[in-house]
Nanobody
Framework: QVQLVESGGGLVQAGGSLRLSCAAS????????MGWFRQAPGKEREFVAA????????YYADSVKGRFTISRDNAKNTVYLQMNSLKPEDTAVYYC???????????WGKGTLVTVSS
């Protein structure tokens, strides 16, 4: 079992920055990949970014590439999402997730709301 708790969401103006954090507990954090997803009002949840267990590989959705950076600190059991040059269309609830098996995300956090005003 893995517990995930997101933090760092809030209200920011377009062009601003936020850093999301996701604290994990329950299993050896350095043994599994992590990801960030988001769900905007009235839309389906979508992939944002992912990072391998070591942090050596990262993946991004085209919509955030060059603006968002995913990273992890295995000593702190935490994954981060640095979001720069935010746009109103980035407004969503952001969820972190853990992939323990390589077959998709097995555990999800409850999400943190990011609102970008124009």
């Amino acid at each position: 079992q893995v517990q995930l708790v997101e933090s760092g969401g809030g209200l920011v103006q377009a062009g601003g920055s936020l850093r999301l954090s996701c604290a994990a507990s329950g299993r050896t954090f350095s043994s599994y990949a992590m990801g960030w997803f988001r769900q905007a009002p009235g839309k389906e949840r979508e992939f944002v970014a992912a990072i391998s267990w070591s942090g050596g590989s990262t993946y991004y959705a085209d919509s955030v590439k060059g603006r968002f950076t995913i990273s992890r600190d295995n000593a702190k059991n935490t994954v981060y999402l640095q979001m720069n040059s935010l746009k109103p269309e980035d407004t969503a609830v952001y969820y972190c997730a853990a992939d323990l098996t390589g077959a998709g995300m097995d555990y999800w956090g409850k999400g943190t709301l990011v609102t970008v005003s124009s």
